[in-house]
């Protein structure tokens, strides 16, 4: 028995800032931006608005292309880096938010991996029959984790939540997953502060080596496209449209260079949404379908990376 996606959804914050409106608080420009990245804007979160919000509008959204009713979900993994609170997990109050009950809830945290990490987790427990049905949610709040004062990760990040459903596939659906990590390389993109005594110890904030992670991400991002894909007993040419993790457009083509997929068959948000962590790969899977880029019989192939370090990507077949 297979899993499939049945329906996709998302949700991105109103308020929409400019890589322009960046450069009046930061010594930044647009061109900088745009040609280091590929970025052009970013949604962000406005002072209400929360994690498990944007979560529930994606999940409304998904719930509703494949049919399901929220009293009906089985089983709910939030995938996400900048959860509402320490604890409970955003799952747990996408949960009540949503009105499903019963079922497991749970975060899981594997920075801008999570969402592949999620699917593949979310695609173990349908079929080894632990559920019937799962929501699979990637969300964040990046904005509220950025020193606004850092050009070096400002201009990188923003906000929102994409999701999908899955269900038993009679035919095609996730035919393969892999995943990895390695703990090594936890400095080269972190947030290092802790909660102590009532306060923070360390900073807040996200901080990187941007060099160090751009070549670590190019490098795996391929391989495990590969390891996935020959798991799935297909080739490379099979793949009709390739969803990286959307971190840097650069990083986006080098690796699809490097698989030998054409620029084409790549879909891209990055531009408009920059890098929303968990939240990447949904948005644009739910893009490249409402838009009719997806089809039925397509072969898709998703692949991220994150701090961690953790890598992983998923193989389907749409149903
Ligand atoms: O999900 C994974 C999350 N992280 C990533 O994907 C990030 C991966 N890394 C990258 O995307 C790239 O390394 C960056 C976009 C962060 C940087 O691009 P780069 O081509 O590697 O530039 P660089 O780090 O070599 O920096 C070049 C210069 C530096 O100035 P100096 O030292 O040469 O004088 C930076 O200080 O660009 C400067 N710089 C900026 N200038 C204008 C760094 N950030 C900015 C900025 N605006 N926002």
Redesign the pocket.
């Known amino acids: 028995m297979r899993s499939r996606i049945a329906g996709t959804g998302r949700c991105l914050p109103g308020r929409v800032v400019t890589n322009d409106e960046l450069a009046l608080s930061?010594?930044?420009?647009d061109e900088?931006?745009r040609t280091?990245?590929g970025i052009r804007q970013r949604h962000v979160a406005a002072e209400g608005e929360t994690t498990s919000g944007l979560a529930l509008a994606a999940s409304r959204e998904a719930l509703a292309a494949a049919g399901i009713a929220p009293s009906d979900v089985d089983l709910i993994v939030v995938a996400t880096t900048t959860p509402d609170m320490i604890f409970p997990s955003t799952a747990c109050i996408l949960q009540a938010k949503l009105g499903a009950g019963g079922g497991p809830a749970f975060d899981v945290q594997a920075v801008?991996s999570g969402f592949v990490y999620a699917l593949a987790v979310a695609d173990a427990m349908l079929r080894s029959g632990a559920a019937r049905n799962a929501l699979v949610v990637g969300a964040e709040i990046y904005s509220r984790i950025l020193d606004w004062n850092d050009?070096?990760t400002c201009?990188?990040f923003g906000d929102g939540a994409g999701a999908v459903v899955l269900v038993p596939a009679a035919e095609g659906g996730i035919l393969a997953t892999k995943l990895h990590a390695d703990g090594h390389h936890k400095d080269i993109?972190c947030v290092p502060g802790q909660v102590r005594a009532g306060g923070i110890a360390g900073t807040p904030f996200v901080r990187?080596d941007?060099?160090h992670?751009?070549k670590f991400?190019v490098k795996v991002l391929a391989e495990v496209a590969l390891e996935a894909l020959d798991a799935a007993g297909l080739p490379v040419s099979a793949v009709d449209w390739l969803i990286p993790?959307q971190?840097?457009l650069?990083?986006m083509d080098a690796t699809a260079r490097k698989l030998h997929v054409p620029h084409e068959r790549m879909v891209v948000t990055v531009d408009r949404h920059a890098?929303v962590?968990a939240a990447s790969i949904p948005m644009a899977l739910d893009e490249a379908v409402r838009d009719g880029r997806v089809r039925s019989g397509h072969h898709v192939l998703l692949t991220g990376?994150?701090g961690g370090f953790t890598w992983g990507a998923a193989v389907l077949r749409w149903a």
């Open positions: 930061v010594a930044t420009s900088w931006i280091r990245t801008c050009r070096g201009v990188l993109l990187m941007g060099g992670v751009f991400a993790h971190a840097n650069r990083i890098n962590s990376v994150g």
